[in-house]
């Protein structure tokens, strides 16, 4: 199988590793955590006039129609850079949009390609921890619409979405509703993650919605969603593992001890040769992924999208304590990069199932018992 990057692909990428490199230092990222909004709108309309926005959305609805490879250059470049505007929930958002397949969405599917909206699926809630299915919110058909009563936790970007994709049980059974930010008897706590990344709880109360597809593929489109979205928070990982071990490397060369620079101890060059090793495993364990989510077989999907999230996951660990401690003491302050590479790690590690559960989850499909070791 060929994973070499097309010529296209590869002069879209240079653009934005050049844009992110110019404009988007960690000084300058810094900068934005530390803001009020937690997100830069000049960052953001660039990223639009550079086409990421329009990258995973249908042609059909003036996007590019990315595949997976395509969002695999871009959020690898976007894990380099640590950014924190809300890409990954925006391009989860579209995925959801367009895998409902509704007409009746297109315009929302236009603005989003063209930057002009930000979107964020609410995957989780405060009792269901990584069971995608434990769904409490429900639904109300009110009417020609619905309502929605429930709550939804650590919505990543929520609080700077423009539109909510909810899932809610309807009848007893997984839906997908869209719920506008501005819609009344919508409640929006916002707080900061430990990655510098912004979350928030929505608290819905009879809030009107609008049903998206057909509620009875409601559970079946939200985990092909998931897996979506887990494949490219592994991608992002991969990038952060790339400039995380660059980082660690030039450290060595820079910090001395007995008068000479660390990076000539032999122990610890064996260190960085692991944890090269690590990143280059989850790498491969991340393309082979991208070639999995397009299959019409869904075990084959959850197969090869719990693999690379197991394995990223445990590249993610240990490359970040690993740099953390070549670091010394530097590695845990804010002011050096690799403490909120590693953070971002560990958020990635957790975030739509640890490296236990998709470990169950692989075990658990179809053939698993029959493989020989």
């Known amino acids: 199988m060929d994973f070499n990057f097309t010529d296209e692909q590869q002069q ?22 530390a803001s009020k909004e937690g997100v830069d709108a000049k ?13 995973p959305a249908p042609e059909a609805q003036g996007g590019f129609d990315g595949g997976p490879v395509d969002m695999l250059v871009v959020m690898q470049e976007l894990g380099r850079a640590l950014v924190v505007e809300p890409y990954w929930a925006t391009a989860v958002g579209i995925e959801a949009l367009r895998l409902a397949g509704d007409e009746k969405n297109n315009r929302l599917l236009e603005r989003a390609a063209a930057g002009e909206i930000t979107l964020a699926v609410a995957f989780h809630e405060p009792r269901a921890r990584y069971d995608l299915f434990m769904v409490e919110t429900t639904a109300q058909q009110q009417g020609t619409g619905f309502t929605l009563s429930g709550t939804k936790s650590l919505v990543q970007h929520g609080a700077q979405a423009d539109y909510w994709i909810v899932p809610a049980r309807l009848d007893g059974e997984i839906a997908l509703f869209v719920v506008a930010r501005e819609a009344a008897n919508a409640d929006v ?13 929505l608290v819905f109360n009879a809030t009107a919605a609008v049903r998206l597809g057909d509620a009875n593929t409601g ?42 620079p660390i990076a000539r101890f032999q122990a610890l060059q064996h260190r960085m040769v ?28 959850r197969r090869a999208v719990s693999a690379a999230k197991v394995r990223v996951g ?26 909120h590479w590693f953070k971002r790690l560990s958020i990635i590690e957790t975030t739509l199932g640890d490296v236990d559960h998709h470990l169950a989850r692989f075990a658990s499909l179809p053939g698993f018992a029959d493989t020989e070791v």
Request: glycine share 6%; hydrophobic share 45%.
């Open 274 to 301: 692991e944890m090269l090793i690590h990143a280059e495993q989850a790498r491969s364990i991340t393309y082979l992924a991208a070639a999995g989510l397009a299959s019409d077989d869904a075990d084959a999907r």
């Open 314 to 339: 445990q590249a993610a660990r240990f490359v970040g304590q690993q740099a953390i401690q070549l670091h010394g003491g530097m590695g845990v302050t804010n002011e050096v990069a690799a403490a």
């Open 189 to 201: 706590t916002e707080y900061r993650t430990i990655d510098g990344q912004r979350a928030a709880t």
């Open 43 to 55: 960052h953001w309309a660039a990223f639009a006039e550079l086409g990421l926005t329009a990258l």
């Open 219 to 260: 559970a079946a489109t939200l985990e092909r969603i998931a897996d979506y979205a887990t494949f490219l928070l592994c991608a992002e990982a991969v990038g952060a593992l790339d400039a995380l071990n660059h980082a660690t490397v030039e450290y060595t060369k820079e910090r001395k001890q007995f008068g000479t």
């Open 12 to 33: 879209f990428r240079d653009a934005l590793r050049r844009y992110l490199d110019n404009e988007y230092a960690f000084d300058a990222r810094q900068k934005i955590v």
